[in-house]
């Protein structure tokens, strides 16, 4: 499959029908053009007689205050835990270059549907990737442990014991695996990890000495899942996150024996509740995991991260205008936009056989739907069509494949779609769906003509051969 460039991405040459982007995974234009969030980006903050790298300090500690108010772990959050970072992508890879080996860390479990443009990053750093299937709950645990098993056996054989290639640092250390998730409501697949599935995947990465990587992005962006709630807004976490998990489960991250930088990371990043330029973010982990962090070459060279962007936030969230914008404005606006998107599936797509996940949630949210279609329509059809004659583009399911890992057919994509409300405007999201449902049922047609086509050759083959005899 070639390599998709987003940006390039255009609907129909000759449709004379108002393009629909359903595939572009940015927040809307017109919800994050509010005062809170521009008018501190052109403003100086208050003068109080340090350097900027006090409001990078300032950042820490305010976000720490909010994530202990949001999440409500059993631990309180320091700010010794949290490092500013250039945002989530950034981020993943100072992790990998610091707490990975090309050789020694054996693989890079992702969970599959995965986020694709996160693919590069693992393959920049020379790391052999694998797909870990979901189900219902999330995470297929049993599989991710029955692989990792496999693959320790064969490093124990090949001698890999320990790493060659990158010095020992007093500040980081080389983890055997890496698990890479989005545990909610996840880019694509829309699904969120129970607690059951995320204390068993804490388990897993103590034993096989994993570090579990976590694009934590979409946690602020929730609301209720009703189709008919009046209050869209959700003020605190529905469920602890794998590093609050890890903070607290079987003693913590602290625990006897245990070498103190824990085995999971949270990726933050305020692009998602600021807007895409805003190329700020976070990493919780472990104080010792945090630090290592901060000590990335590039960081070590170029400074903290996002330096001038920090003083900017560092203030929204003292003044809590970013909280007040994140309940008051984002999650009601976004949650319109599910309720209308949602409800035009139902209208029209669930007839016609598409199936979504998770339907018996109580709270929902992120940017992203992901829709099965019935057998047997393809994705990557049913895109091109959309685009073609409806003018309207969608996410294929294949490119959220895991390239280079064929082995298992339940990380196989190829007939689903994922759609994204946050970027449309709420009136042209239902007109999207109903496009794409015209679409799906012309391809539907036919499917059943040649179907039936193909029946009455049979019939006629059988005819004469029975005539011949």
Not at 13 to 30: P, Y
Not at 135 to 153: A, N, T
Request: aromatic fraction near 8%; proline fraction near 6%; charge should be negative.
């Amino acid at each position: 499959m070639p390599a998709l460039n987003f940006s390039e991405v255009v609907g129909s040459a000759t449709s004379q029908k108002k393009l629909i982007n359903l595939l572009r995974g940015h927040g809307s234009q017109h919800v994050l053009r509010h005062p809170s969030i521009s008018q501190p980006a052109m403003l100086y903050g208050p003068d109080n007689g340090g350097m900027i790298a006090l409001e990078h300090l300032k950042l820490r500690s305010n976000m720490a205050s909010w994530l202990n108010k949001f999440y409500h772990p059993p631990n309180p959050i320091t700010e010794d835990r949290i490092s500013i970072t250039g945002g989530a992508s950034q981020n993943l890879a100072c992790l990998l270059q610091v707490f990975t080996d090309p050789v020694y860390t054996r693989n890079v479990w992702i969970v599959s549907p995965a986020y694709m443009l996160a693919f590069r990053i693992f393959e920049d750093s020379a790391l052999k990737l694998r797909s870990v299937p979901e189900d219902e709950e999330g995470i297929d645990v049993d599989f991710l442990r029955r692989e990792i098993r496999k693959s320790e056996e064969k490093a124990r054989a090949q001698g890999n014991n320990e790493p060659h290639i990158k010095p020992p640092r007093p500040w980081s250390k080389i983890y055997r695996h890496i698990i890479y998730a989005v545990p909610t409501f996840s880019n694509p697949s829309f699904k969120t990890m129970t607690l059951r599935r995320r204390e068993e995947l804490v388990r897993v990465a103590r034993e096989y000495d994993a570090l579990v990587i976590t694009d934590d992005v979409y946690d602020f962006l929730q609301w209720p899942s009703s189709l008919t709630a009046q209050t869209l807004s959700v003020e605190k976490a529905i469920l602890p996150r794998i590093v609050d998990i890890d903070g607290y489960l079987d003693g913590g991250a602290e625990r006897e024996g245990a070498d103190g930088f824990g085995n999971a990371a949270s990726n933050g990043s305020f692009s998602k509740i600021c807007g895409p330029g805003m190329r700020t973010g976070w990493c919780e982990g472990t104080p010792k995991l945090a630090y290592g962090v901060s000590q990335t070459g590039s960081s070590r060279s170029g400074g903290a991260p996002s330096q001038l962007a920090a003083t900017f936030l560092a203030e929204t969230l003292e003044s809590e205008d970013l909280q007040h914008y994140v309940y008051n404005t984002l999650q009601p606006a976004y949650g319109k936009r599910y309720q209308r998107m949602v409800k035009a599936i139902n209208q029209e797509l669930i007839p016609l056989g598409v199936r979504l996940p998770q339907t018996d949630r109580n709270v929902v949210g992120g940017y992203f739907i992901w829709l099965t279609l019935p057998h047997p329509l393809k994705g990557a059809v049913v895109a091109q069509r959309a685009k073609d004659e409806e003018n309207v583009v969608v996410a294929q399911g294949e490119i959220f494949q895991v390239p280079g890992d064929t082995e298992n057919e339940g990380t196989h994509f190829e007939h689903d779609i994922r759609v994204c409300f946050a970027w449309e405007e709420e009136d042209m999201l239902a007109e999207g769906i109903e496009r794409l449902a015209r679409v799906i049922r012309d391809v539907q047609d036919e499917h059943a003509g040649c179907s039936q086509s193909m029946q009455a050759a049979t019939a006629a083959t059988e005819g004469s051969a029975k005539d011949f005899w």
